[in-house]
């Protein structure tokens, strides 16, 4: 067990509908990161936040949002859904004290079927 | 931008065989590199992880890894594999020069040990 959780385990949409991801992050943990895992692009790295703020984006369509909360669990909000946005969605978190990031702790991911 | 290229997608091998996963990234100054696993229906967990000093990383379950800086590698090695090795492996950088934010993530190289 990675201590991070993320909810619900699987979900099932259809096209156009709109979704929100949850990722609670270790004890301690000040970032959170979001991945996309599907079979063509492999694991992208979509965006992380750091103690509330946004500090990295990566290929993260507009379509996609997210944020941090003072809590610092995470969501991840999908909307205008497209069957290509079908993958696994990762949360990780890390401690990454100051400006540096080491090792992420993932959680078991959140399957996104859109139909 | 930091990229990540792993040169094998799939890696079969018999059983108490040594294995090597590659992994180069793009050239940077500074950089932090590590090793994921991914076991069926599971999120990723760390291997190993070099941040500086030695070369030879070694990590859990026999596994270690090389950095070298001249040629920007970070191979992956087990002198002998065992059928519960069967799993997805990730290379990852994490790129100083940009703060070490983002974490890129290799496309990975599923690793499939036979008996």
């Known amino acids: 067990d990675s201590g991070v959780t993320q909810t619900p385990k699987h979900l099932i949409t259809a096209t156009g509908q709109r979704v929100t991801l949850r990722c609670s992050p270790r004890s301690g943990d000040l970032s959170v990161y979001w991945y996309q895992q599907s079979l063509d692009q492999g694991l992208q790295f979509l965006i992380q936040?750091?103690?509330?703020?946004?500090?990295a984006k990566g290929n993260i369509l507009e379509r996609f949002s997210a944020q941090q909360f003072p809590d610092l669990h995470s969501e991840l909000n999908l909307s205008s859904l497209e069957l290509g946005d079908s993958a696994l969605y990762f949360c990780a978190s890390s401690v990454a004290t100051g400006a540096l990031n080491t090792e992420a702790f993932f959680g078991q991911g959140t399957r996104l079927t859109v139909v | 931008a930091q990229s990540v290229t792993q040169l094998d997608s799939q890696v079969p091998v018999f059983e108490e065989a040594p294995v090597e996963l590659r992994c180069n990234y793009s050239?940077?100054?500074?950089?932090?590199l590590f090793w994921y696993v991914q076991y069926p229906n599971q999120g990723l967990q760390l291997l190993l992880k070099y941040l500086s000093g030695s070369t030879l990383v070694k990590g859990i379950n026999g596994f270690e890894a090389e950095f070298n800086k001249s040629q920007t590698s970070f191979h992956l090695r087990k002198p002998s594999v065992h059928i519960s090795d069967t799993a997805e492996y990730f290379c990852?950088?994490?790129?100083?020069?940009?703060?070490?934010?983002?974490?890129?993530f290799g496309a990975g190289t599923r690793l499939f040990v036979k008996a």
């Open positions: 936040y750091y103690n509330g703020e946004e500090r």
């Open positions: 050239s940077s100054v500074s950089v932090y």
């Open positions: 990852a950088v994490s790129d100083l020069n940009t703060g070490g934010f983002k974490t890129i």
